[in-house]
């Protein structure tokens, strides 16, 4: 069983900084893809970036293209999701999440609980 752990949310003002991390623990993830999502209120839940097992690939929602930029470290079972410019459209509760490939449509099938961001204008 794995299970994830997110932490590094809280309130920003729009245009600071946050990073997110995820923390797997249970077994090792080192050969999994890990992605980040996020839902905002009313809103259904959305994908924000991706990542490969080797760091190699990545992947970004537009919306969050050159802000946004996703890494791991496979030694700490860690990826992380460091968020520069934030816009109060970015206020959600950010989810990540593994699944064994990078590409094709495999589920995500491992979730953590979420941690919330609010950015205030």
């Known amino acids: 069983q794995v299970q994830l752990v997110e932490s590094g949310g809280g309130l920003v003002q729009a245009g600071g900084s946050l990073r997110l991390s995820c923390a797997a623990s249970?077994?090792?993830?080192?050969?999994?893809?890990m992605g980040w999502f996020r839902q905002a209120p009313g809103k259904e839940r959305e994908f924000v970036a991706r990542i490969s097992w080797s760091g190699g690939s990545t992947d970004y929602a537009d919306s969050v293209k050159g802000r946004f930029t996703i890494s791991r470290d496979n030694a700490k079972n860690t990826v992380y999701l460091q968020m520069n410019g934030l816009k109060p459209e970015d206020t959600a509760v950010y989810y990540c999440a593994a699944r064994p490939t990078y590409s094709g449509s495999y589920p995500w099938n491992y979730w953590g609980q979420g941690t919330q961001v609010t950015v205030s204008s």
């Open positions: 249970g077994r090792t993830l080192s050969r999994h893809a």
